[in-house]
């Protein structure tokens, strides 16, 4: 029998139109670097965005499913693409910034990108890649920046404000099926070769009600959050639909990401919520440390992309900020776990809770899958590669301008789940906790070895500022951990106490690594991770000033 309900597709232009009528005063805040930022409430995005639309069909001759990529910072006019470009049905394409170049010309050729908007200020980086974008048909430029750079350029040059003056404040949005692509976004690489994943509207409808949810961030119209995790990351964690659902300001940091700054516009702006990998919390840490500033507005931070240290989490409750550990991938939208403890706990009862990567939201299925391929039990003991269904989990990756679909054996299992390639344990109450990337653990004669637990108590210790910890080839175990070290200004901690520090804390006997070595900087990737593919090159190449011990 079949349902009495209407079946209204899920579509982002659903999201534009509510967030612009019943939420039309929340507002965009985009700091400038000026003295005061750029205010933009929901109505004033929703009619641009409409113009944006217009423009592109009317004066671009974007059509049908037509990929229009994104160059862009977090600001109002990257909110106004994420809005406009799904809604005509065309396909948004967010580029990550921080790629080589020659790994953004092989996405955008890979994408078929048609038009790239971008920010003026990214100009002197895109000018000298436009060459190699023969499929770039059109460049929009938004905000200041030197246009001269694109003289001679071979596709057309528009400025964004001049392209949507004057447009209708009216567009007959096509009522597309929610099934269809809506934004792609290519994975940053961190273990390999960028993959692209299509995120459909109704994938971007259900996650963004996910995000919302009370027990994931829990966002209202009472809320302001700091997008600080990048537009080309994931959707920024799918922020910005959400907050357009629920009416959820959004401050966003445009180029000024660095910590100074950050910790300036929270204590102006005071937002409730935050979104950004450890690596920038942990640096904000470090300068709030230096330069004390009222973090306190933040009443939840979501925490993600990376394991967080407990050490980390702990430093912020003592600032009255409260960091929630969440996991996710590109593949899953990213939202897949989230780490509220759950009810009737004290605050130290819920502690443990609050370590792990959370617990499974609604409509995320997850399952443990041992090297013989047989599912684990969820006894918070048996580790496993976690694997993970729903309607907003990728089911393949983009194949090529042919439209084909991929899917590796070594990321879907044969009944379709995705094999996040991620290893950990699951609770009896579904709190998953990861002990590593099946790439990065160390497997040591034949057992293995956390490289995330020895990096999380390294960095609880006071004179380490970031540790890293690889496999190394080795003779007798196959593999052994090499502890990188970053020690904080004037510390002088020496590997014997580090290593003594380790045992103390817990770590087996056997597992505590005994090459050692300390750097100035933990090598990152494109979107702010630990780069471990670097470190373990610089140790294969012998760059690494090693001690033995
Ligand atoms: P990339 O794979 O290029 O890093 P993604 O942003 O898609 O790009 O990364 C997803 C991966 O990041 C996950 O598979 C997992 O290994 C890691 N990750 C994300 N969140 C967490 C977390 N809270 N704890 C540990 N690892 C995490």
Redesign the pocket.
Known sequence: MLSTMQDVPLTVTRILSHGMTIHGKSQVTTWTGEPEPQRRSFAEIGRRATQLANALRDELGVVADQRVSTLMWNNAEHVEAYLAIPSTGAVLHTLNLRLPAEQLAWIVAHADDKVVIVNGSLLPMLAPLLPQLPSIEHVVVAGPGDRSLLAGAAPRVHDYEELIAGRPTHYDWPELDERQAAVMCY?????GEPKGVVYSHRSIYLHSMQVNMAESMSLTDNDTTLVVVPQF??NAWGLPHAAFMSGVSMLMPDRFLQPAPLAEMIERVRPTHAAAVPTIWQALLAEVTANPRDLSSMARVI??????PPSLMAAYDKLGVRLC???????TS?LGTIAQPPAGLTEEEGWPYRVT?GRFSAGVEARLVGPGGEHLPWDNKSAGELEVRGPWIAGSYYGGRDGETLRPEDKFSEDGWLK???VGVISEDGFLT?TD?AKDVIKSGGEWISS?ELENVLMAHPDVAEAAVVAVPDEKWGERPLATVVLKDGASADYGSLKDFLATSGIAKWQLPERWTVIAAVPK?S?G?FDKKVIRRQYAEGELDITQL
């Open positions: 994975t940053s690489g961190t273990t990351h994931v925490i993600g992309g990376a394991a967080c550990h969440a996991w996710g991938m590109t593949e990213p990567q996040t390639g991620d990861l990337r995330v990737t979107v991770k």
